[in-house]
Nanobody, 120 residues
């Protein structure tokens, strides 16, 4: 069992940067691939970024790859989503997930989400 807790969300202005974090606990936490997803108002949940358990492979959605980056620190059991040049359309609840790869239904564990609001 892996428990995920997101943090770092908040309200920012267009063009700002923000880093959200995903802390994992559980026996296998450091051996699980982690992904970030978001759900924008009125939209389905969508993939944002993913990283291998060892950090050696990363994948970021084309829609945000010029502005978002994913990283992890296994010593802290934490995965980060660094977001820059934020836009109002980035407003969403951001979720982290573990135990899968890219496809939402492949992930076994999910956090509760953290709200990111970008105002113009």
């Amino acid at each position: 069992q892996v428990v995920l807790t997101e943090s770092g969300g908040g309200s920012v202005q267009t063009g700002d940067s923000l880093r959200v974090s995903c802390s994992a606990s559980g026996r296998t936490a450091s051996r699980e691939n982690v992904g970030w997803f978001r759900q924008r108002p009125g939209k389905d949940r969508e993939f944002v970024a993913a990283i291998y358990f060892n950090g050696f492979r990363r994948f970021v959605a084309d829609s945000v790859k010029d502005r978002f980056n994913i990283s992890r620190d296994n010593a802290k059991a934490t995965t980060y989503l660094q977001m820059s040049n934020l836009k109002p359309e980035d407003t969403a609840i951001y979720y982290c997930a573990a135990g899968g790869w890219i496809v939402a239904t492949s992930y076994r564990y999910w956090g509760q989400g953290t709200q990111v609001t970008v105002s113009s």
